[in-house]
């Protein structure tokens, strides 16, 4: 998607703040803000009548008047810096306000119902260098960390900008057309008046200014939008490297590695070059607008200054008034590379809330894989389940499956069957395909394990916080804090006491890390795999489950860890519906149920 495809969805990003329930803070600083320009719009008329006087004093060489305009000065001096620190506050705490709101709806509407997750597979579909398919989209922290950013200043900054800008146009206008005199025209044996024709020449300057610098640096837009594309690209692939050291130092990928970063900044280098030749064309014809723009004055009025027609002073006050016209017209041009900017930031956020709806289903006309709960004694009823891939590939065979509360169950088949599909299915992730799920209660379209764990009483516990269902991954996610926080994820880190966690380490074969509680670490890369499954167990015995999905969650232990593990799950937690999928046909004790795919 270019970057003009996506103006029609900027309105709606940065509207949406003005019309929440949340504004009212956010407008009376706005009203604050725009009383100070005001006031400094006023402030800046004032000075250009001190500097009549002040000039026409002394060009009559009037030292009596000389000391007192200075005092006028002064005043002017310390009245400009009460309303610029004012000014600068108020406007730096409506940006973050608004900033922070746009962040926490934009972070509520990607945690929802998994679409952070949607978003990722879709781009992982993709390919590398791919273009947009259904809701993927590259980059999704740049976007609420960055552009957010950007459209909050940059929409504040602009859109105040012009508003004062108006204002200086209104005020200066009617000093320019009062000093400026008539000009006197022939034409035809006529002579015609033009009064007030300063303006009239500043109206037509700037027209023209701006009609040439569209033309010059039209396609900024586009190009400002490819550069933060090639600048994010190089930031993910650095940042890969960083969460995949270990992996690429094993397999000696340095080299592969130094040719994908080279070819990701080879882009950028690219695109910084049209960056350079557009920025060159602009300052050249900005820097020339205003050098000649500062000369016109002085051509005009300089003759009606040597008759005496106006004085020194008026001169001043003439000159700079008709600066202020200039430039207050001449806002898009001075601003040119800033709306560029900030264009370009509003489409990668049309982007992104156009692929957050798809994401949510609210726009999907594919397939989909219907769910509604059903009785608690029923459990999860699958008909005719078949979950399929991009173009409409089959991902799994057609599944009819009835999981009833208090089974065991093991899904068998060859890598590649669909087994973890089949599983994602069931978490309500995976919804591209046909056929019906029924889920018992406690369960929803998006797994409790990631956003809201119940309340229930667990063994040893007055009251801890639990997870109704755990789908335990091969890999689990180990979040960044201490290793309390990791056991009691995805519950808060006070969810359970430290004799709970410590009970639950040793209980999960983690003797040795009982008394590292409280450490922070990177705990992904501290643990080796197998302690990470380790710890996940560790999880599963804090929240006890009444649900319980394991995805190879034993894959990187030996036989003898992974038989006590699950012997301990099938003795202390009593009542658990168990859905492993694992390839040890060891493991085939621990289950009543097979289901081969």
Not at 170 to 175: D, K, L, Q, Y
Not at 198 to 207: E, R, S
Not at 242 to 270: C, D, K, M, N, T
Not at 579 to 594: D, K, N
Request: proline share 5%; glycine share 8%.
């Amino acid at each position: 998607m270019s970057a003009p495809a996506s103006r029609a969805g900027a309105w709606p990003i940065i509207r949406a703040y003005w019309v929440s329930p949340d504004s009212g803070p956010g407008w009376r600083l706005l009203a604050a803000v725009i009383a100070l320009d005001l006031a400094l719009v006023w402030r800046a008329a004032r000075i250009t009548y001190w500097q009549k006087d002040f000039y026409d004093a002394l060009q009559q060489l009037n030292e009596a008047a000389f000391w007192p305009q200075l005092a006028a000065l002064a005043a002017l001096a310390l009245t400009g810096l009460v309303l610029n620190t004012a000014r600068t506050w108020l406007a730096q705490s409506l940006e973050m306000r608004w900033r922070a709101w746009m962040t926490e709806e934009h972070l509520r509407r990607w945690l929802a119902g998994n679409a952070f997750w949607r978003l990722e597979r879709d781009q992982g579909d993709q390919g590398e260098g791919g273009g947009h398919r259904g809701g993927g989209l590259e980059n999704a922290d740049q976007r609420m960390a960055e552009d957010l950013r950007m459209v909050a200043s940059g929409t504040l900054t602009l859109g105040l900008g012009l508003i004062s800008n108006f204002v200086s146009l209104f005020t200066f206008s009617a000093i320019v057309w009062g000093l400026s005199g008539a000009l006197a025209i022939t034409l035809g044996g006529q002579t015609l008046q033009v009064p007030g024709y300063m303006l009239w020449v500043a109206f037509i300057y700037a027209l023209g200014g701006s009609w040439a610098i569209e033309k010059i640096g039209g396609r900024m837009v586009q190009i400002d939008y490819r550069q933060q594309q090639a600048e994010a690209d190089f930031r993910a692939a650095l940042l890969r490297i960083r969460e995949s050291a270990e992996q690429i130092a094993l397999y000696g990928g340095e080299s592969a590695e130094r040719a994908r970063l080279s070819a990701r900044f080879a882009a950028v280098r690219r695109n910084w070059r049209d960056i350079m030749n557009y920025t060159k064309r602009i300052t050249i014809a900005d820097n020339a607008y205003t050098e000649v723009g500062a000369l016109v004055p002085y051509m005009l009025q300089g003759p009606r200054l040597f008759k005496g027609i106006i004085t020194l002073g008026d001169l001043t006050q003439l000159i700079q008034s008709f600066m202020r016209v200039r430039v207050a017209l001449s806002w898009f041009i001075y601003k040119y590379k800033d709306l560029a900017l900030l264009r370009s930031a509003l489409a990668r956020l049309a982007e992104f809330d156009a692929a957050l709806q798809a994401a949510s289903g609210a726009t999907a006309s594919a397939p989909r894989i219907t769910r509604q709960r059903g009785p608690a004694a029923s459990g999860y009823a699958l008909q005719g389940v078949q979950a399929l891939g991009p173009g409409g590939r089959p991902l799994t065979p057609v599944v009819n499956w009835r999981i009833a509360p208090g089974e065991r169950w093991m899904l068998r088949g060859p890598s590649g069957a669909g087994k973890s599909t089949l599983l994602r299915a069931l978490a309500g992730l995976w919804t591209h395909g046909h056929g019906h799920i029924a889920t018992p209660p406690g369960t929803a379209e998006a797994p409790e394990t990631a956003e809201t764990p119940k309340t229930a009483t667990a063994p040893g516990a007055a009251a801890a916080p639990r997870a109704e269902t755990l789908f335990v991954p091969q890999q689990s996610y180990l979040p960044a804090g201490t290793l309390r926080a990791c056991l009691a994820y995805p519950a808060l880190e006070t969810a359970f006491s430290d004799d709970e966690c410590q009970a639950a380490l040793r209980w999960a074969c983690l003797p040795a890390l009982t008394h590292r509680l409280h450490e922070s670490a990177h705990w992904a890369r501290q643990l080796s795999p197998g302690e990470q499954q380790r710890l996940a167990f560790a999880r599963i015995w804090l929240h006890r489950p009444r649900w319980l999905f394991l995805d190879e969650a034993t894959s990187a232990l030996d036989e003898e860890t992974e038989e006590r593990l699950y012997a301990r799950l099938t003795r202390d937690l009593p009542g658990l519906t168990l859905v492993s999928i694992a390839h040890r046909s060891s493991l085939r004790r621990f289950h009543e149920h097979e289901m081969q795919l």
